[in-house]
């Protein structure tokens, strides 16, 4: 009976090991361990577990553990400090951001939830490691991403902007970004937009709106990116990171880029170093730009001829007058972001137009129309709070909270962002320099 009730035992181990039953289950650890915030990549070319390190706040076995919202009692097992999770479990796990909580038989502490918040693992698509990974995100505009390392495009001649906006937010052909962009404290740099080179492709609406992201959508994120040396050539709507947002843009910076645009009706138009419009449910909070501009390049304007029927459009050429430092015009939320004040611009005109003719009428007849520039005064941007808002759109919505054009040495002071409580966790702040982004997530 003995020897029978051994044997019994021993496959019920045996048995319990090939269901891959919680603990019980010795799972090989994968080739890194975490030791913190984690990336997991989705996809079949992922085949390792996930082991991460965590502290000794319990004893016993490891009796559940939490991803996200979702409670799991095998696939894993734990041994000498490390947990170890089967990849056939985490390849179930939609991307996105979730937190790891960890449960033992028996806790030390009060709390039987070990890891707390000490432990984020950002379910992603895809580890963007080289130029044309990075392009390739148009492709999946609801994936989630983040950089390995720098990405430089300088090998592309033009970029695609990811997604599109006409302009018609009932448009079913809008594409929109509503993943998660994780910059991880590294930089894209040397993107070169030109809505000239977009024309003929219905795709773009004809250069309206654009940056590296058209529009983030409701449900995306960007965050934690330094954006450098971005060329954005457009009609209106642009900015360095994105022509339109209705997502949220968190801690990043744009240096050294230039946004412009051919509308003739200036401010309005929203051609702006960051960000071109932030939408009613846009949110973009501690972000800085430096050492770049937005102006205007010339463009249309409607007028009336004399007989005071006939339209025409007019065409002319500005000058390359400054313009918004970070954002267009909000609807939404932009709160302890900064721009470089590069001093202010006196309003100018240009020189009166005189048409002899225009096309398509019986008999030719002149009018003349006298111009002004399509830039007033520097501006951080215009908010619908103002007292006068613009045209276009509703009035007496939208916030900028804590948002300054500060002085060369204001943007060096580490004080500036320590007062706008950007999280140290997250940037390197000092004296003397701009502050610079940490890595976020180990890799």
């Known amino acids: 009976m003995k020897k029978l009730f051994t044997i019994l035992a021993a496959l019920a181990v045996f048995c319990c090991i090939l269901a891959g039953c919680g603990q019980g289950a010795a799972l090989e650890q994968g080739s890194k361990v975490y030791d913190g915030n984690a990336v997991f990549e989705l996809g079949e070319a992922n085949t390792e577990n996930f082991s991460v390190s965590i502290p000794e706040k319990g004893t016993g076995s490891v009796e559940r553990i939490v991803i996200g919202s979702k409670n799991y009692t095998e696939d894993f097992s734990y041994s000498g400090g490390v947990l170890t999770i089967a990849n056939s479990l985490m390849q179930t796990v939609s991307s996105g951001e979730r937190q790891l909580r960890v449960y033992f038989e028996k806790e030390n502490d009060a709390d039987r939830d070990v890891l707390d918040d000490s432990c984020k693992i950002l379910f992603v698509d895809k580890v963007i490691r080289t130029a044309q990974e990075f392009q390739q995100i148009g492709e999946d505009l609801n994936g989630s991403y983040i950089l390995a390392n ?194 202010v611009v006196q309003p100018e005109y240009m020189e009166e137009k005189i048409v002899s003719s225009i096309e398509g009428t019986e008999e030719p007849f002149e009018i003349t129309e006298r111009l002004p520039l399509a830039s007033d005064l520097e501006f951080f941007g215009f908010s619908r709070l103002d007292d006068d808002p613009n045209e276009g759109g509703d009035a007496f919505t939208g916030r900028m909270v804590n948002c300054q054009m500060l002085s060369f040495a204001e943007m060096k002071t580490a004080q500036t962002y320590i007062d706008a409580k950007f999280d140290t966790a997250v940037w390197n702040i000092a004296d003397g320099a701009y502050p610079t982004l940490k890595r976020v997530f180990e890799i």
């Not at 594409?175 to 030109?194: A, C, L, M, P, Q």
């Not at 940056?211 to 409701?218: S, V």
């Not at 138009?269 to 800085?288: F, Q």
Request: charge should be negative; glycine fraction near 12%; charged fraction near 15%.
């Open 150 to 343: 720098d990405i430089d495009c300088s090998s592309i001649q033009s970029f695609k902007p990811f997604g599109r906006n006409s302009g018609d937010a009932l448009d079913q052909n809008n594409r929109f970004f509503h993943g998660v962009f994780e910059g991880n404290g590294y930089t894209v740099s040397n993107i070169n937009i030109d809505y000239r080179d977009l024309e003929d492709d219905p795709y773009y609406n004809q250069g309206q709106v654009l940056g590296i992201f058209t529009n983030i959508g409701t449900a995306g994120i960007v965050r934690n990116t330094t954006f450098k040396n971005i060329r954005v050539d457009s009609r209106t709507i642009a900015g360095a990171i994105c022509g339109n947002n209705e997502g949220r843009i968190q801690n990043c910076a744009v240096l050294d880029s230039y946004v412009t645009q051919d509308c003739g009706f200036g401010v309005t138009c929203n051609a702006a170093v960051a960000v071109g419009i932030n939408a009613g449910g846009g949110i973009i909070e501690n972000c800085y730009a430096a050492d770049s501009a937005a102006i205007n390049r010339g463009g249309w304007v409607l007028v009336k001829a004399e007989d005071g029927v006939t339209d025409m459009y007019m065409t002319f050429t500005a000058n390359t007058i400054y313009q918004l430092a970070f954002c267009g015009k909000t609807w939404g939320l932009i709160q302890n972001c900064f721009a470089l004040d590069h001093g």
